[in-house]
């Protein structure tokens, strides 16, 4: 069973059908025996980094996650989910993220050509930079779609593929048996269905 | 590089698609369901449900209408129709919607799109706007294209995307329903106004028509359209090929 954790930041009923579309059972919870049952966790989110990275303590779920994480648990984090692994966040101020990954979370036009609208919103394609299981199915050139106005910046040892806009973004990440995505893959049609069935088969 | 995006759209009134849609394969054409599976499967990029409901007793047919489409549909769904408070935004986007768009409704409170967007983000509103040439200016219309608001339309989208639109859905009621291609004109204006991504709707007739609408204003993200898909005339597999074929990038 895969828990999405439900930290009352946004629309999860996309993650949960995608997950009964591949034929994973997936409960959306913010129950800590749930989470503490389940053999996978994805942490969802949408909106502003300090928000949600507030909201995560408030709840105390910020600890859940980390233990269950320190266990080996295999763990998956979402567009803003995946900003949250982070050490740090740039958006509205500076706020501690969950610093599973090191690195810092920053805006965009810092690294893409001037010009170029923000946010990068749309089907862009990625470019894999280093074998990951949840890519086993993504052949690179494959296209994700993608909502964001900031990007992980990261070692290249965590970046497992990136997508081109004006500049390299991170497009997902891995250490260990922690990953993130980017882009939506619960709104990426078939490749994106297919990363999360590979999620759901790697093993802790 | 980020892909232009195809973008059919499909008009519900009480549950049911309308305008004729004929697909051999498709068993109920008017099934919006099995419609938007057919074209989420053909290679479309985004789909849009416009709720064109009469009567308030029949929406609950559309969330319903809304919530099985996103239980089998894995791409971008914007929905649009009688959005005109935040409760209408929570209603549909519990239903598996990912961006709503307003209309008539932001033009009458402009604010909604500030409240919308500080609680969804910005990436969730969608401004549309019908639009109209009237004694040399652009002009905005409401109600469905059916009156004239005074409000020049460059203006207003400027203020739509300062209030937090995050991306501008630009209708030409001169170029719509005439099948002889976008208002290029028009598109080319807005896209210099704004820095958010801009959708072309209104006057595709045939493929040439995308091909046309990207070389001459190649900053429009996305080209929407209804009829042209519904009734085959483009297809969306033979458009894509059409358009790489012309050095654009598409997600096949």
Known sequence: ?204 | MITKRIIPCLDVRDGRVVKGVNFKSLSDVSDPVALAEYYTESGADELVFYDITASYENRALFTDILARTAERVFIPLTVGGGINSVEDFDRVLKCGADKVSVNSGAIRNPCLIREASKKYGDQCVVLSADIKRVGGEFRVFSKGGREDTGLEAIAWIKRGVSLGAGEVVVNSIDTDGVKGGFDTELLRLVCDAVSVPVIASGGAGCAEDFVKLWREVPDVDAGLAASVFHFGEVKIPELKNLLAENGMSVRR
């Open chain 1, 1 to 204: 069973m895969i828990a999405i954790i439900d930290y009352g930041v946004g629309n999860l009923f996309s993650l949960r059908s995608s997950f009964a579309a591949i034929g994973e059972s997936a409960v959306v919870t913010s129950d800590e025996r749930v989470i503490a049952s389940a053999e996978r966790l994805i942490l969802p989110g949408v909106g502003a980094f300090g928000d949600a990275a507030e909201l995560l303590h408030s709840t105390g779920l910020d600890e859940v996650v980390k233990s269950e994480c320190e266990k080996g648990k295999p763990l998956m984090g979402i567009c803003l989910g995946m900003q949250l692994l982070f050490t740090e966040g740039l958006e509205y101020g500076s706020h501690r993220g969950l610093d599973l990954i090191g690195g810092v979370v920053r805006p965009i036009a810092e690294r893409i050509e001037p010009g170029l609208k923000i946010p990068h919103i749309g089907w862009n394609a990625l470019e894999i930079k280093r074998p990951d299981p949840i890519l086993k199915y993504v052949a690179g050139g494959d296209c994700v779609y993608f909502v964001h106005s900031f990007f992980a910046d990261t070692e290249p040892e965590f970046i497992s593929s990136t997508a081109e806009y004006g500049g390299t973004l991170t497009a997902s990440v891995r250490r260990d048996n922690i990953w993130g995505c980017q882009f939506h893959p619960e709104k990426s049609g078939r490749v994106g269905l297919n990363i999360l069935k590979a999620f759901s088969e790697v093993q802790a």
